[in-house]
């Protein structure tokens, strides 16, 4: 595999930032390293003597387990470094641990981390490569490039598509990174949710904005269930769980009024039977544990692209 010029960044911060090109060289990228995972020994050396710090300041499963086993099968060291225990429990800024780590030879901080903007701080006063794995509310740009990737493998494009995002928009930073990276590759975004959650503004991010599922629901080729953030939403911004799950829901009933070949997804983890129902989540049109597959093979490029680069 050799670098080219369509990509020149040190770090993946946003995908409102990435242009369409760079975002086709980056999924062209991980199909190119997908076949690793179905390999015997499953490893390259594209990362060998490269260290990878997965520094997450909010607790992660998914995210985090696919950037460790991404680093480990390009052949990074992998550290892994929590808030708890650490001594930013201690009293000590974000800044000040990163440069710490940075101290110890780190070619990559992928950081998750409850302000928006966290990973933005960190590469401008860094000197290695910070890949964001989620800021607050705001991005989570390697969530949006897997759900790219799946929905490119499933229909063969993304140009042209109906994709619709459903549920809670406000505090979703996977909803804004699927806006900008659809948007970027020529699909139309519907953004379906109650008011409270999904304020009118996200129109000018060039988004259709509905409040009833029902309205689109047979004329999408895609839905992607977000889940219900309990620890982000204030009680008061829907009435009770079973009244979310019957006007926002993708309960078996909707489903029947979907197109034949929908293609549904999910970032996880899910609420089963609130945002979605589980013959649904684990039906023959379900791409949810593709995503995860696939997230395996986005983050495998993205590591190996950042740390081919000294650009911007």
Not at 77 to 89: C, L, M, N
Not at 157 to 175: F, H, M, T, W, Y
Not at 194 to 201: C, I, M, R, V
Not at 208 to 221: F, P, T
Request: charge should be positive; aromatic fraction near 6%.
């Amino acid at each position: 595999m050799t670098q080219t010029d369509t990509w020149t960044r040190k770090h993946l911060l946003t995908l409102e930032e990435l242009s369409a090109d760079e975002i086709r060289f980056v999924l062209d990228t991980a199909h190119s390293f997908k076949e690793v995972s179905t390999r015997s020994v499953k490893k390259v050396p594209a990362l060998r003597g490269k260290v990878v710090v997965n520094a997450f300041f909010e607790d992660s499963t998914r995210t985090r387990t696919s950037f460790e086993l991404a680093a480990q099968r390009l052949g990074a060291d992998v550290i892994a470094f929590t808030e708890k225990g650490s001594s930013v429990s201690k009293g000590e800024t974000l800044v000040d641990t990163a440069r710490n780590i940075e101290a110890m030879g780190v070619d990559v901080i992928v950081c998750r981390h409850q302000a928006a903007g966290s990973a933005q701080v960190l590469a401008r006063t860094l000197g290695c490569s910070i890949v964001n794995a989620g800021d607050g509310a705001h991005e989570h740009p390697t969530q949006g490039l897997l759900d790219l990737y799946t929905i490119r493998e499933r229909f063969g494009r993304i140009e042209g598509l109906k994709v619709a995002i459903v549920g809670d928009i406000a505090n979703s930073r996977v909803a804004r990174s699927d806006l900008w990276g659809l948007k970027k590759m020529g699909a139309e975004v519907i953004l379906v949710g109650p008011p409270t959650l999904l304020p009118k503004s996200f129109e000018k991010l060039g988004a259709r904005v509905v409040h009833s599922l029902d309205e689109v629901i047979g004329e999408v080729d895609v839905v992607n269930m977000l889940r219900v953030q309990f620890e982000r939403i204030k009680s008061s911004q829907f009435p009770t769980v079973r009244e979310f799950t019957r006007f926002f829901g993708l309960t078996w009933d909707r489903f029947q009024k979907c197109k034949p070949g929908v293609f549904v997804m999910h970032p996880g983890p899910m609420n089963r039977g609130i945002e979605i129902s589980s013959d649904i989540a684990d039906g023959p049109q379900s791409g949810i544990l593709k995503q995860v597959t696939n997230g395996l093979a986005v983050r495998m490029a993205v590591l190996y692209l950042v740390t081919q680069t000294s650009g911007r």
